[in-house]
């Protein structure tokens, strides 16, 4: 069966430091990879979004980026993380056969 | 993405009672899908929906797929305390590709 791995659960980092999110999936080939943001209104925004190794759709400018340097792994990345960064960061996979399931979440708070 | 209209927005209900929430979008769907989140965790998939006027049940839940394609339901029988959570609904647009449209979700609180 396919699982999902998000980590780290929990991160506070300070204003204007880098920021590396990691994701992987396991039973699975060529995922599509996803990552959300969730603030404290429970929305459930799209950030990113990747097909293939390498290939990287952004629904929203942002200071964030986002890359796939394995066919499972996918990373989220700022340089300089703002306030408003603060959110709850989830990373989901689905391919063809399989909607969208999601991992558990990183609790991000920038200081 | 667009948002779906998902209402209501929250639930105070005792254990027991039945619960019914629901999803409309002013676009045509081809994939509903309802997730469930408990606090600090990530939301888990309740029910997949594929077909207009498809009524499919997982336990004490059933959605259904509504026949103009542009509506889901989502509900709840005989309520008990771990069913707390917010609940959201997801709708895949025909053309849309990879992304899912998601409602604001509904928070559900259940007294015992």
């Known amino acids: 069966s396919q699982t999902i791995h998000q980590w780290p659960a929990t991160l506070v980092q300070p204003v204007g430091s880098p920021l590396s999110l990691e994701c992987t999936v396991e039973g699975t080939s060529n995922p599509n990879l996803y990552w959300y943001r969730q603030a404290a209104g429970r929305g459930l925004q799209l950030l990113f979004y990747s097909v293939g190794i390498g290939q990287i759709s952004s629904e929203v400018p942002q200071n964030l980026s986002a890359s796939r340097p394995q066919d499972r792994q996918f990373i989220l990345s700022s340089k300089k993380l703002l306030l408003s960064d603060s959110g709850f960061y989830l990373c989901?996979?689905?391919?063809?056969?399989?909607?969208?399931?999601f991992g558990n979440g990183t609790r991000l708070t920038v200081t | 993405g667009q948002q779906l209209n998902q209402s209501p927005q929250s639930m105070f209900i005792q254990e027991g009672e039945d619960v019914s929430m629901n999803c409309t979008s002013s676009s045509i769907f081809n994939t509903w899908l309802w997730y469930k989140q408990d606090p600090g965790e990530g939301p888990v998939l309740l029910i997949a929906l594929y077909k207009a006027g498809e009524l499919t049940s997982n336990g004490r839940l059933t959605a259904q797929f509504g026949i103009t394609r542009k509506d889901s339901f989502l509900n709840i029988s005989a309520s008990i305390p771990s069913d707390v959570g917010i609940y959201f609904c997801?709708?895949?647009?025909?053309?849309?590709?990879?992304?899912?449209?998601f409602g604001k979700g509904t928070s559900l609180l259940v007294t015992p």
């Open positions: 997801a709708g895949q647009r025909t053309n849309s590709g990879y992304a899912l449209n």
């Open positions: 989901a996979w689905s391919d063809s056969m399989v909607p969208l399931h």
